[in-house]
C-alpha cells in the first residue's frame, strides 16, 4: 500500500526592518550589517516622492555598502489624509509581498530605528493583513535623539529624570502642559512650527537649556545650541530631519519611593504542643 507524501510548503521569505541609525554610516548595528552584506536578500527603502531621494538608501551609499540588484524605492507620501496614507501602503505591501511568497527575504531600509516614527510598522501590517504568515523581524537601531545627545556629551536623562517623546505638530499648548511632569522634551519633526516653539521656548526661559539637530550623523549637520542661534532660526528653512532637545531645569518634582519596597510578611506561626494528660 502506497502512502503519499504531503507536499512540503514552500518557504516564505522574511520581511526585516533593518534600522540604519540616524545618519553616521558608524551607527549601522553588526546585526544590520551582516543583512545588508547578503546577495540573496532584496532592499526597499521609503521615499517621500518620485522626485526626493530615499535617505535611508544614501545612508548604506555612505557606508559603501553595495545594493543587490534587486532593490527599489518605495513611495510614503508625506501627508495626513488617511486615505492617501492607506493606498500607498497597500501599493508598497503589494511590491514586496510577491517576493516574500517567492521565499525571498525583503529588507526594509529605515534611519533611526524602525520601531520609532518609522515606515515599517505600516507596511508590516499592511503585509500581514495580506497574507498573515509572513514573518517579520524588526532589527533594533539608533535613534536620532539619542545620537544627538551623544554628539553634544549630554545625558538625555539620569537616574529618575522623566522623558517624553513628542511629535511638534501637537503645537505648544500640549508643550505646555508637560512641562509639569516632565525633566527632559525631544520635539520630533519641528519644521513646520519651528518659529513658534523657539518663541515659546524663549518665553519659558528655556532657549539656553535647548539644542537644535538637524540631519544628526549626516555630513551636512547642524547643531545649534545657544540661544542666539536658535533665535536666529526663526524664518529659516530647515530638513525634515529636525528636532529639539530641551531641558526643563523648573520643574518641580514630586514625591518619589527610594529604592526597594520592604515585603512585610505574616507571622510564622508556632507549633503548639499538646500538654501531657494529667
Known sequence: MNIPHSTPRPRLGTLYGVSLGPGDPGLITRRAWALLARRDAAWVYPAR?????SYAFDIVQRAELAPPADHQSLLFPMTHDGEKLARAWLRAAEVVLPKLLAGQDVLFLVEGDASTYATFGHLARTLRQLD??????VVAGVNAFTAACATQAEPLCEQDDTVALVPAAYGVAALQRLLQDFDTLVL???KPLLGELIDWLDAQGLLAHS???ERCGAPDEQVVNTPAGLL???GVKVSYLSLLIVKN???VRGERIRGCLKKTSAPVAQPQTEEADA
Open 188 to 190: 520630533l519633526k519641528v
Open 211 to 213: 539644542r537644535f539637530i
Open 132 to 137: 498573515a504568515r509572513i514573518p517579520v523581524e
Open 232 to 234: 536666529a532660526l526663526r
Open 249 to 251: 531645569p523648573h520643574r
Open 49 to 53: 516622492s518620485t522626485k526626493t531621494p
